[in-house]
Each structure stands twice: as C-alpha cells, then as structure tokens.
C-alpha cells in the first residue's frame, strides 16, 4: 500500500476538526496527520470491495485527494472518518461498473429469511488447510460474480470488515431493513454458487443450512 508523504508535529493528538480548521487556514502537515489517522482503514474498505491491492491503493489516495479538495464542503453533520468512507465506497462502486460486475438484482420467494457465512473448517493439517483455504476464497470470489454491485459492496463491507447492518446502511444512506433483504440475497446467491463447489469437495451434497448465522 502507498503511503503519503507525512511531517510529523510534536503534539498531542489534536482532534479531527481541529486538524480540518488548520488544514483550511493552510497547514498541509494537519492533511497529513488525517491522513496518516485514517488511510489504512480507508484502504480496507476499499481492498474488501474491489479485493485488488493495487485498485484499492488507488482508490484510497483518489479519496484523500477529493476529500481534500472538497474539505471544504464537510460540514461536520457525521464523523470524518464516516464521510471518507462514503467516499471509498462510491469510487469502489464506479470501478465495480467499470469491471463490468455489475449484474440484474435477483427477486426470488424463498421464505428462509436466515442469512449463512461459510467458513473454513480448521481441522485439516497446516499445508491441507491453507490450500482448502485459498481453493474457498476463490470460489467465493467467484460466486460473487453474479452479484449487483449494490449487493456486493454489501456483502463485501459486512463479510470482509465485519460492518454492522446498521453502519452499512449510515454510509450508503440506505434503511437497515434494505440493507438485510440485499445481504440475504447476495448470500443466498453465493450459497448456491458454492454449492457445486462445496459437492465437489466433500464427493457429495452438503446442506448449507448448517453453517454459522451472520
């Protein structure tokens, strides 16, 4: 990951409004300071989106340089942290469509409302289980293929960085109901996506049902 370029100021830890007000009266060193707070949790957001080092690299330095060019808008009305989050969020979104994963929402009648993680049981040796372990990551990469890029960055953000159902819906400005019937979907669809691969593994079927609830 790239890393901007910081000089440090021997103070206290000041807070981010003031680091805001000295960076708009024109101390670049505060910018630097916000950005040394915040780039490596920006850079997990955008890494759990894209899962691309290099796209997510990018990302995370096109956010600190919008939001700086436009700190002056940010008025304060959520955490900054929150708002450069909302930032990553979009431009991972527009590389999504760019990538061309974007894909139709899909509306079924399944009544089973219960949403599954799949992990990797940890019961093989060492080198068995670190190869099970990459084949699993693929094929949910994989899977995740066949969700809308709304449904992705869902599962993506509540998957990989562990955000709650209410955080997501704050940064993508969505009701929490809406942000559970999207996660179940793009579960239900990676469940089913996995599940030849899941057969194909165990030499024979396996109820996905069992697995531990988000």
Known sequence: MATF????????APSDQELI????????????ILVERFQRKIYRVAYAITRDEIEADT??????IQAYTHLGNFQGRSELETWLTR???????????RRKFVSLFSYDD????????????????????LFMSHQLRAAILRA????????????????YENRSLEEIAELLGLRSGTVRAHLFRAIHKVRNELGE???QREGGPHDLSDDTAL
């Open 21 to 32: 007000a000295r960076t708009l009266g024109g101390d670049g060193a505060a910018y630097g």
């Open 197 to 199: 691969w899941v057969t």
């Open 87 to 97: 930032i990553t969020i979009n431009r991972s979104r527009d590389w999504l469509r």
């Open 59 to 64: 990302i995370t330095q096109d956010t600190f």
């Open 110 to 129: 399944d009544s089973d409302d219960r949403i599954y993680a799949i992990e990797p049981v940890d019961e093989q040796p060492d080198a068995e289980r």
């Open 144 to 159: 995740e293929r066949t969700l809308s890029s709304q449904q992705k960055i869902i599962f993506r953000l509540r998957h």
């Open 5 to 12: 370029r910081v000089n440090p100021i021997s103070e206290s």
